[in-house]
């Protein structure tokens, strides 16, 4: 790395962190009044001063309920130290910085320090991010989604013979369980030491969380980490998983697991051989999406949230498009970003335990919107890949992601092909 190079990236990464705390300073003018604001992040500052002073990580009383790893209280430890507005500026700064990495990262790390164009796209695509509905309500309620996001795919982005790939997906593993499906990803893909450095971190995380918090992680790791009613109850409509589609449709939370267990067994299945065959071909990001999709649909409780992963995956589908010059694929793009800028199924729909058990066949549509979606999105996933296969075999050249677009003004990537 020449020193003008280098000299440039610093230049870009103080501009973004400027801007993020600008965008920051602002959100917590507006929002600190919104019974919202920082909801989750309060929940994590509590867990944090719980561990900090000795006392019960995962006591019911006050509620909610912290649901998280021990090692997540242990890094959430410095939030009890600032007040709620502090907490907000500063966890909304890192999540905004991190949305603008995820981006960089998805168009494939385009040198944003010598071309003004790929600037001016991952700006335009992060404010543009900022409101779909999962980011801009990660950042209202000071979730850890897009700080997670990062992780995993700065990790994944990692070049294989990287010693450090698989860090990054253990710690975020070790703050929240969900993340663990992309070891099973690297496993499918022989890429063994990074699956055993994925593991090994994670049960580093572990071991911290016995040596500092021996009490609360015996209770976590002895069945608290399985208990979902901690979370929420499966009914509500704001989840859009699996297992809470299945509660709603069937209008019971009772003896629904069989049915849960096998649909998630199929789901996991197929996110992960298409994901395999998406590693195959080149289509890194595709891959990553698609295990993402998967670890949602199949999570216990999946909040709308969490669907943060739809940014990627919607600037994997426009980079196609425009590499296609797919009319078809520019429409299904302009379609889900729609979806999800507009929140459809909690138009009208009350979220009450009892309500939500009762729902009409319309609000049922609405409340399964995001799971459908998700569905419809591992099915277009298998249907393009079948189809470059298609024309591979009879000898047209199949339309790779491995160098950028150029509207993002990017360089390919040497560890992994967006």
């Not at 040198?111 to 779909?132: I, M």
């Not at 971190?201 to 979902?228: K, N, Q």
């Not at 979220?351 to 399964?368: A, C, N, Y």
Request: net charge positive.
């Amino acid at each position: 790395m020449n020193g003008n190079s280098a000299a440039g990236r610093l230049r870009v990464l103080g501009l973004a962190t400027a801007v993020a705390l600008v965008a920051a300073a602002a959100a917590t003018l507006l929002y600190q009044r919104n019974p919202g604001w920082m909801y989750d992040a309060s929940v994590y500052r509590q867990g944090g001063a719980a561990a900090l002073h000795g006392l019960d990580v995962y006591r019911r009383l006050p509620p909610p309920a912290f649901t998280y790893a021990p090692f997540a209280a242990l890094l959430f430890i410095p939030l009890s130290l600032f007040s709620i507005n502090g907490v907000g500026l500063l966890w909304t700064a890192i999540s905004i910085v991190c949305l603008g990495a995820v981006i960089w990262l998805s168009l494939g790390r385009p040198a944003v320090d010598r071309d003004r164009r790929a600037l001016v796209v991952c700006a335009a695509a992060a404010a543009l991010s900022v409101w779909l509905d999962p980011v801009s309500l990660t950042l209202l309620l000071g979730q850890v989604n897009l700080i997670l996001m990062f992780l995993v795919l700065f990790d994944l982005s990692l070049a294989d013979r990287s010693r450090w790939k698989g860090i990054g997906v253990g710690i975020a593993a070790g703050i929240k369980l969900t993340p663990a499906f992309f070891v099973l990803y690297l496993l499918l893909t022989r890429r063994l030491r990074a699956a055993a450095v994925a593991v090994a971190t994670l049960a580093a995380t572990v071991a911290i969380g016995f040596i500092a918090l021996p009490g609360d992680s015996i209770r976590y790791w002895g069945g608290i980490f399985l208990d979902s009613s901690r979370v929420g109850a499966p009914q509500n409509v704001r989840s859009q998983s699996l297992r809470s589609v299945l509660v709603r449709w069937l209008h019971t939370s009772h003896g629904i697991e069989p049915a849960w267990i096998l649909l998630s067994g199929a789901v996991a299945v197929a996110a992960l051989g298409l994901a395999m065959w998406a590693h195959r071909r080149g289509e890194e990001l595709l891959a990553i999406c698609v295990c993402a999709t998967g670890a949602l649909l199949i999570s216990p409780i999946t909040w709308q949230h969490h669907w943060v992963w739809v940014v990627p995956a919607l600037l994997w589908l426009a980079q196609r498009a425009w590499q296609t010059r797919s009319r078809l694929l520019w429409a299904i793009a302009g379609i889900i970003a729609a979806e999800f800028f507009v929140r459809p199924y909690i138009w009208g729909i009350p979220v009450d335990p009892v309500t939500d058990l009762h729902l009409g066949v319309w609000q049922l549509l609405q409340s399964s919107t995001y799971a459908v979606t998700a569905v419809l999105v591992l099915g277009l996933a298998g249907l393009m890949l079948w189809r470059d296969r298609r024309r591979q075999v009879s000898g047209v050249t199949s339309l790779q992601m491995s160098t950028p677009p150029d509207w993002a003004g990017g360089r390919p990537s040497s560890a992994v092909k967006y």
